[in-house]
């Protein structure tokens, strides 16, 4: 069994080993290209401030990069007995360099250790996100305009309300991921910040150039305060998992509408034969499995803050064990964020809409608000009109007038597409991945 890199002459218990590094090991391997990274930023430095020489550096350089090189290929593992992805590197650099492999932790601490590597991740991982709410956007602007003059019922208090229409329903939850990117850019701001450097929390006695490894890795600054940089863990997390559960709760509104718009009693919307599953006693069913599913998984990650918040407001500053349980639920949350987006997309490419719901004689009262404003339109005080017309309809003598004349902004007939779209392009020019991915190219000896 490898030996910890904090034990001396103790052992641990097997068992309370087995219950303290919990889930690690597997979460870690999110983190494992990040952690090389790290320590290939942390080593220039280190050299810079004479903790190493120019050979040792390039043998180090030499090891990570051949290590990052087998995490990218799927070769890496965190051995058996290995407590985390920092010791298994380091236990990987020893066997190949010997005591020249131990001197990469000299200025450092486990602790900031994975924060860095936390923040390297998440950053990676919200450009991942971005694409992903890119992709989705452009297929709803696209059906927005595709499907512009189909009229279907709007509705408040699940009652027949006025007349909206599919380029209106389409081009609502492209403008609503307009402003899930506005919160997933102020978490990235938060993200894109270099704690290394704070060691455990209080900073080192060797004389560490902070400002260096923030521009190797490519961070636009620092945490400053090298508390402050400790307190960050959870917090950081908590921040990025409200701007994913906003993303979350504007596809699974959409997910609950698409069910709804598929039923028979709707019947607005046909979703593609090959995503929806049949009934084991009911032949005719084709249910909305993936959006149901979709839904579900959206609710989940609306509750990923909490539990964040639930595992860390009650600690202090400084360091605590806790703070490893939010592993297990973050990191794979941009997985499951990124696969929903992905899938509401196919689904909402290929569905088929119903050019004819507005003629259905249920919903012809809801053009009763159009009679309403064109008799007042035409000199009848409001209130008067709304009296008359609602008589009309308590006698059953309505006749709904089928011509629909909305052209203020955002309206049936003015859906503004192009002004969402440059909105939605402004906000995701503010994202800055090149920096970061030209300080790794550097690192990694690709430039």
């Not at 599919?166 to 990117?181: N, Q, R, T």
């Not at 609602?390 to 503004?416: K, V, W």
Request: hydrophobic residues 40%.
């Amino acid at each position: 069994m490898a030996t910890k890199l904090w034990e001396k002459s103790t052992s641990v218990d097997t068992g309370v080993e087995a219950y303290t590094v919990g889930r690690d090991r597997e979460m870690d391997l999110y983190l494992a290209p990040f952690d090389v990274l790290g320590s290939m930023a942390h080593i220039r430095m280190l050299r810079s401030i004479d903790l190493l020489t120019s050979d040792e550096l390039a043998a180090l350089t030499d090891a990570l990069r051949d290590i990052f090189n087998d995490i990218t290929a799927g070769n890496f593992i965190i051995e058996e007995g290995v407590e985390d992805v920092h010791s298994q590197v380091e236990l990987l650099l020893t066997r190949r360099l010997g005591d020249i492999g131990k001197k990469i932790h000299s200025g450092r601490s486990r602790n900031d250790q994975v924060l860095v590597d936390l923040k390297l991740f998440i950053r990676s991982r919200i450009e991942d996100l971005v694409n992903a709410v890119s992709r989705l956007f452009d297929i709803l602007l696209r059906q927005s305009e595709r499907y512009k003059d189909i009229i279907i019922p709007g509705y408040t208090h699940l009652q027949v309300a006025m007349p909206s229409s599919m380029g209106l329903w389409f081009g609502a939850y492209a403008e609503s991921l307009v402003d899930d990117l506005t919160v997933l850019r102020a978490a990235y701001e938060v993200t894109n910040r270099n704690p290394l450097g704070s060691a455990a929390g209080y900073g080192s006695s060797f004389p560490l150039d902070r400002t260096m490894t923030t521009d190797l890795l490519g961070f636009e600054s620092m945490d400053y305060n090298v508390v402050y940089a400790q307190m960050g863990r959870g917090k950081t997390e908590r921040i990025v998992a409200n701007a994913i559960a906003s993303i979350a709760a504007t596809v699974g509104k959409l997910a609950f509408d698409a069910c709804m718009f598929n039923s028979q009693n709707f019947g607005f919307i046909k979703l593609p034969d090959e995503f929806t599953t049949g009934s084991s006693i009911m032949p005719h069913k084709k249910n909305p499995d993936v959006f149901e599913l979709t839904r579900a998984k959206c609710n989940k990650l609306q509750a990923l803050p909490v539990e964040i918040t639930l595992i860390t407001n009650n600690l202090p500053s400084g360091y605590f064990r806790d703070l490893q349980l939010v592993k297990e639920s973050f990191l794979p949350a941009f997985d499951t964020i990124i696969s929903i987006l992905d899938m509401t997309g196919r689904m909402l490419a290929d569905i088929k809409v119903n050019p004819d719901v507005a003629r259905d004689p249920r919903y012809k009262f809801m053009y009763s608000v159009e009679e309403v404003n064109r008799l007042a339109a035409a000199g009848t005080p409001f209130r008067d009109a709304y009296r008359q017309v609602g008589l009309a309809i308590e006698h059953g003598d309505f006749t709904p007038d089928y011509n629909i004349h909305h052209t203020h902004e955002g309206s049936i007939g003015n859906l503004c597409n192009d002004r969402i779209r440059t909105r939605f392009d402004h906000i995701e020019s503010q994202f800055d991945f090149t920096t970061y991915h030209r300080a790794f190219n550097t690192l990694l000896g690709r430039q």
